[in-house]
C-alpha cells in the first residue's frame, strides 16, 4: 500500500512565484505613478491658495492707485504668509513655494519638490496666471 505524499511540488510553487512577479511588476508603476499624482495634487493645491491669497491682495492693495500682484515672495516653513496671509504649512514639509514674478497683469508661482524627507526631489509645478489668459500650467 502506497501512502500519497502531502505538500506542494516545486512546480505548483513556480507557478504562484511567477503569478506574484506578474502581479508586482504591474502593480508597481501604477503605486508609483499614483503617489507622483499625489504630491502633484498637493503643489497644485498650495499653488491655488496662493492664487487666492494673491487675488485678495490685488483687490485690497492698490500701488500708488494702480493695483498690483505681489512679485517676489517666499513661503517658509512653520507659519503664515503675512504679506499674502496664506497658510501653507502642511505642503511646505514636501515643497518649496514662491511667487517668482508679478505686476498689475498678473503673477507666477513655483512650487519645488524638496530632496528630503518626501519623494519630491526634482520636481517642479509652475503656473503663470494671467488676468486677461487662461491660467498656464507647467510641471516636471
Not at 505548483?12 to 508597481?28: F, H, K, R, S, T
Amino acid at each position: 500500500m502506497k501512502k500519497h505524499a502531502k505538500g506542494v511540488t516545486l512546480m505548483e510553487l513556480m507557478v504562484v512565484i511567477v503569478i506574484v512577479a506578474i502581479l508586482a511588476a504591474v502593480a508597481v508603476p501604477l503605486y508609483v505613478n499614483y503617489v507622483k499624482d499625489a504630491q502633484r495634487t498637493e503643489a497644485k493645491g498650495a499653488i491655488g491658495a496662493v492664487i487666492t491669497a494673491q487675488q485678495q491682495y490685488f483687490q485690497l492693495n492698490p500701488d500708488g492707485g494702480e493695483p498690483e500682484y505681489l512679485n517676489s515672495e517666499l513661503f517658509t516653513v512653520g507659519g503664515v504668509n503675512q504679506t499674502l496671509k496664506c497658510d501653507l504649512t502642511d505642503a511646505l514639509k514636501n515643497w518649496d513655494i514662491a511667487v517668482i514674478s508679478g505686476d498689475a497683469n498678473g503673477f507666477e508661482v513655483e512650487a519645488t519638490g524638496k530632496p528630503s524627507p518626501a519623494s519630491t526631489a526634482g520636481r517642479l509645478v509652475r503656473l503663470k496666471y494671467s488676468r486677461t489668459a487662461k491660467p498656464e500650467w507647467h510641471e516636471e
